[in-house]
């Protein structure tokens, strides 16, 4: 199974920016890939998803601030936040569905990364 590392976690003010990478040791497009976030106390939430024909959800809280995607030639995908709030501060963690298919329910992803802290003050 491949193993996914998150890196680019960081405390930052609101209103500012983080990239976050999630470098894959077998990497393929052909997979469903995603970021879910967990915040203390809260349930595991899907932020943005990638299917296979590169097509893309965003969960309302975060559309229009935060953008994925992969670069197949580096194994890795992204995750480019802007506008950071501070109820965007949470664990972040990528995630592989072996489907085609993207879900925004965290128990149909087949592996998971270690995760990344993002912390985000007001």
């Known amino acids: 199974q491949a193993q996914l590392v998150e890196s680019g976690g960081d405390s930052v003010q609101a209103g500012g920016s983080l990239t976050l990478s999630c470098k894959a040791s077998?990497?393929?497009?052909?997979?469903?890939m995603a970021w879910f976030r967990q915040a203390p106390g809260k349930e595991r939430e899907a932020v943005a998803t990638?299917?296979?024909?590169?097509?893309?959800t965003y969960s309302d809280s975060v559309k229009g601030r935060f953008t994925i995607s992969r670069v197949t030639a580096e194994s890795t995908l992204y995750l480019q936040m802007n506008n950071l709030k501070p109820d965007d501060t949470a664990m972040y963690y990528c995630?592989?569905?072996?489907?085609?298919?993207?879900?925004?329910?965290?128990?149909?992803?087949?592996?998971w990364g270690q995760g990344a802290q993002v912390t985000v003050s007001s």
């Open positions: 995630a592989t569905r072996f489907s085609y298919d993207c879900s925004q329910e965290a128990d149909q992803y087949n592996n």
């Open positions: 077998r990497f393929t497009a052909r997979y469903c």
């Open positions: 990638l299917d296979s024909d590169s097509k893309t």
